[in-house]
């Protein structure tokens, strides 16, 4: 974080402040704490709200509210942000009585003023948790309930010191009042405890705290500054609230990361102004990227006071495919599918088909030999799924050899594999007859065939011919 006294060297700031007009002792002794302030680094809590870049903030400052109210001018003294409104004094010549006026914050528009007997009430605060406004005059605390921008007073508090300004610290729920250098806090006034001791420069002309810090509005004629101090009483910085217009800074508060500068005593510049927080961010850096359906976020922070800003990082709506990953396998005989993921979202966002692959079979295996009259079967198995296929051989030929054996009268039949002689037949018996064997057996002269057929449907015929002279058998196949 860069120190906020790298902005301006010593010297510069020695020179200025030497050509302004010091007319009183106070004001050289101002000047010499203002010096000293400045010559002490600048270290800012990482979470402070009010920032800015420069110590000098007059040139920063923009009119807020620059009444033309019979209410605010010379007497007008102090000033507090209260939720959305803005709540400021003006005492009466007798300083007994203090009108209290109330803003609008958004529209600046008042909205309504009350008198009460408070006296010199020149310093007030807001405590949000209680919804109260506390001003303080003297060694008295003023204490009024604020509920729709209406005031009601409802104590009278004689503190045990003397305090006349006063700010609400929110992060310890007590308040602090104070009037020289010591600084002192309680919770409902009854009795002021002391918190710590800071340098007095000046006269302390208003307090307040940002939620995380105390500062100081240190006045001398002609100069105001403004101290920045832990809640613990640790020096933080300065800034410089010095300009030839702005003679007198009655208060100061904060409202929306803005310090709003109560000016009063400075003729045609009496009002409220506006000095606008001025954060020194850091790039944009991903704190968290963007997919393609989540959001992503990015932060920046503040190089001064470490405030953190985010943006988001819109989806990028493009998915990041993965490997393909097979949900099914494709089998021989049935189709697969594989898909794509997102890696980001995990949806998917590809799909294809696998097709089936077929069997890979394994050649024929005989199983059983097939005959003339039954068949038989092979099988092949599939190497892949080790599916079993089988196939019914074919059935073997009905075939029938004839041997003839004459000098036995013998006829000898070979048949196929399993096939068997189902008849013998000779178309004339009288000229020969034939037995179940195939034996034939003359009984005259002349000529017959003789069938033989097979169950598978095979037949063969044997011509037989007797010689009329010497009865002579002669068979020969047709």
């Keep these: 974080m860069r120190n906020r006294t790298d902005l301006f060297s010593f010297d510069s700031i020695k020179h200025d402040c030497i050509k302004k007009r010091m007319r009183?002792?106070?004001?050289?002794?101002?000047?010499?704490?203002?010096?000293?302030?400045?010559?002490?680094?600048?270290?800012?809590?990482?979470?402070?709200?009010?920032?800015?870049e420069d110590q000098e903030l007059a040139e920063d400052m923009r009119p807020y509210f620059t009444p033309s109210s019979s209410y605010y001018g010379i007497s007008s003294q102090g000033m507090c942000a209260a939720g959305d409104y803005i709540i400021y004094t003006r005492y009466s010549s007798d300083r007994e009585r203090t009108t209290y006026v109330v803003l609008e914050a958004g529209s600046r528009r008042e909205v309504e003023h009350?008198?009460?007997?408070?006296?010199?009430?020149?310093?007030?605060?807001?405590?949000?948790?209680?919804?109260?406004?506390?001003?303080?005059?003297?060694?008295?605390?003023?204490?009024?309930?604020?509920?729709?921008?209406?005031?009601?007073?409802?104590?009278?508090?004689?503190?045990?010191?003397?305090?006349?300004?006063?700010?609400?610290?929110?992060?310890?729920?007590v308040y602090y009042l104070g009037t020289s250098n010591?600084?002192?806090?309680?919770?409902?006034?009854?009795?002021?405890?002391?918190?710590?001791?800071?340098?007095?420069?000046?006269?302390?002309?208003?307090?307040?705290?940002?939620?995380?810090?105390?500062?100081?509005v240190w006045y001398s004629v002609g100069h105001n500054i403004l101290a920045v101090y832990g809640l613990d009483g640790s020096y933080q910085g300065v800034y410089s609230l010095t300009s030839?217009?702005?003679?007198?800074?009655?208060?100061?508060?904060?409202?929306?990361?803005?310090?709003?500068?109560?000016?009063?005593?400075?003729?045609?510049?009496?009002?409220?102004?506006?000095?606008?927080?001025?954060?020194?961010?850091?790039?944009?850096?991903?704190?968290?990227?963007?997919t393609c359906d989540q959001t992503g976020l990015e932060s920046r922070a503040c190089r001064i006071c470490?405030?953190?800003?985010?943006?988001?990082?819109?989806?990028?709506?493009?998915?990041?495919?993965?490997?393909?990953?097979?949900?099914?396998?494709?089998?021989?005989?049935?189709?697969?599918?594989r898909v794509k993921n997102c890696l980001q979202c995990g949806r998917i966002i590809r799909q294809e088909t696998l097709p089936a692959a077929g069997h890979d079979y394994s050649g024929w295996e005989e199983m059983e030999e097939s005959t003339v009259l039954t068949a038989?079967?092979?099988?092949?198995?599939?190497?892949?799924?080790?599916?079993?296929?089988?196939?019914?051989?074919?059935?073997?030929?009905?075939?029938?050899?004839?041997?003839?054996?004459?000098?036995r009268n013998q006829i000898r039949v070979y048949l196929n594999k399993g096939d068997r002689i189902t008849s013998w037949l000779s178309d004339n018996p009288q000229v020969a007859e034939v037995d179940?064997?195939?034996?034939?057996?003359?009984?005259?002269?002349?000529?017959?065939?003789?069938?033989?057929?097979?169950?598978?449907g095979a037949s063969k015929t044997v011509n037989v011919k007797i010689s009329k002279l010497s009865d002579e058998m002669t068979m020969t196949v047709q």
């Excluded at 010499?32 to 800015?52: E, G, I, K, R, W």
């Design 376 to 407: 038989g079967y092979r099988k092949h198995q599939c190497r892949i799924c080790e599916k079993i296929e089988y196939k019914e051989s074919s059935f073997l030929p009905a075939t029938i050899r004839i041997v003839i054996e004459n000098e």
């Design 24 to 52: 009183t002792d106070l004001t050289l002794l101002f000047l010499l704490f203002f010096l000293t302030a400045l010559s002490c680094p600048f270290t800012v809590m990482a979470d402070t709200v009010f920032c800015h």
């Design 244 to 290: 030839d217009k702005y003679r007198e800074v009655e208060e100061i508060d904060f409202l929306n990361e803005s310090m709003l500068v109560s000016i009063a005593n400075s003729e045609n510049y009496n009002g409220l102004y506006r000095v606008a927080c001025k954060h020194q961010y850091s790039s944009w850096e991903i704190s968290r990227a963007a």
């Design 114 to 173: 009350s008198s009460f007997f408070t006296q010199h009430s020149n310093s007030l605060t807001y405590n949000p948790d209680r919804q109260e406004v506390v001003s303080v005059s003297n060694n008295h605390a003023y204490v009024f309930s604020f509920y729709n921008h209406h005031l009601t007073l409802n104590r009278d508090v004689i503190m045990n010191h003397n305090c006349c300004k006063i700010a609400y610290i929110p992060s310890k729920k």
């Design 436 to 456: 179940e064997s195939g034996h034939v057996t003359p009984k005259g002269h002349g000529h017959t065939r003789i069938t033989v057929s097979s169950a598978g």
């Design 182 to 216: 010591t600084i002192y806090e309680t919770t409902d006034f009854t009795y002021l405890n002391k918190a710590f001791d800071v340098p007095q420069y000046a006269v302390n002309q208003g307090m307040a705290c940002d939620g995380r810090s105390l500062y100081i």
């Design 306 to 337: 470490g405030k953190a800003e985010l943006r988001t990082i819109p989806a990028t709506g493009v998915h990041v495919p993965g490997s393909w990953e097979v949900k099914r396998p494709a089998t021989c005989e049935n189709s697969g599918y």
